[in-house]
């Protein structure tokens, strides 16, 4: 069962413990699926199901041009759910911005010849994402 999926790109990302390390957010990608529970009557020829635990996924991809924040955030992935908050267009008052924790389920990551280094993250949330505005 299909519960959403949020695509956009550009922005800013803060990760790590209380979000500090600023990145620029280069592609994001949120999905979601509720298991579907069977409530059925035993007995009954109606099959009767309701929603249940949902699972939200996250991808996103972000820009360091600082290589120390680059190693902070690689030290960080990994060892325990990685706190973030995304800002897919800017911090301008009043857009979107997400934040949440994400066990991190896959990471890669790549350098450019000028000392940037993108890094891809990929995993589940252990709570929803809270979707608010940014002040």
């Not at 991190?104 to 000028?114: K, P, Q």
């Amino acid at each position: 069962m299909g519960l959403l999926a949020k695509k956009a790109c550009m922005g800013v990302a803060k990760l790590g413990p209380t979000p500090t390390v600023l990145a620029e957010l280069r592609s994001w990608s949120f999905a979601g699926d509720a298991e579907e529970i069977d409530v059925s009557t035993m007995g009954s020829c109606v099959s009767t199901t309701i929603g249940g635990r949902v699972t939200e996924r996250l991808e996103f991809t972000c820009y360091l041009a600082d290589p120390e924040d680059a190693a902070q955030i690689m030290a960080l992935a990994g060892a325990a759910p990685l706190d973030f908050e995304l800002f897919p267009f800017g911090e301008t008052i009043g857009q979107l911005k997400i934040t949440g924790q994400l066990n991190v389920l896959n990471r890669t990551e790549s350098g450019d010849i000028g000392g940037a280094v993108e890094l891809a993250f990929a995993g589940t949330t252990p709570a929803a994402a809270v979707r608010g505005v940014a002040p």
